[in-house]
């Protein structure tokens, strides 16, 4: 579990930045909170196939809180670092293929590579290329994962 520190800051950010960024419109879900999902497939185009939908959902992970600088015998005075994954799953319909997600994907790991925000600097992206359905059959997801420390 992060911070509360460190997850509203984080949430802040993708929330200020996220649709400014996103190639296309893609709803965020985030934890215990209800979300309305988009229909797999619409609005429809006249003379065209309807182009697929998608929508997130954002995992903030805290992984450790440690004592990062010399002890000087107060944990109150002592530095102390706490690190975490900020994890985004972007789901398309299925039979989609799998261009939609790397493009939402990228564009969030674009939107975070490098950035600071109020002492949490993000680090590492990975990005997992396997695949898997959600538990309605309907849509196909991808993940990142991205390394932050707040110090």
């Known amino acids: 579990m992060a911070t509360i520190q ?3 800051a984080i949430r802040a950010f993708i929330e200020a930045g996220w649709p400014d960024v996103a190639p296309q419109d ?4 985030w934890d215990n909170e209800p979300i309305k999902l988009p229909q797999p497939y619409g609005p429809a185009v006249p003379g065209a196939d309807p182009p697929p939908n998608a929508w997130g959902r954002v995992l903030i992970d805290g992984d450790l809180w440690e004592q ?4 000087t015998g107060s944990p109150d005075t002592d ?3 706490e690190t975490g994954s900020l994890m985004l799953f972007v789901f398309a319909p299925v039979n989609s293929g ?4 790397r493009e939402l994907l990228t564009a969030f790991a674009e939107m975070c590579r490098g950035q600071d925000i109020g002492g949490i600097e993000f680090q ?4 997992d290329p396997i695949g898997a359905k959600d538990d309605t059959g309907s849509w196909w ?3 990142i994962v991205i390394d932050w420390k707040r110090g």
């Open 6 to 8: 460190a997850f509203n």
């Open 26 to 29: 893609c709803p965020l879900e």
């Open 68 to 71: 990062a600088g010399i002890g």
């Open 79 to 81: 530095r102390w670092e």
């Open 98 to 101: 799998s261009r939609l997600n």
């Open 124 to 127: 590492d992206i990975r990005f």
């Open 141 to 143: 997801s991808m993940h």
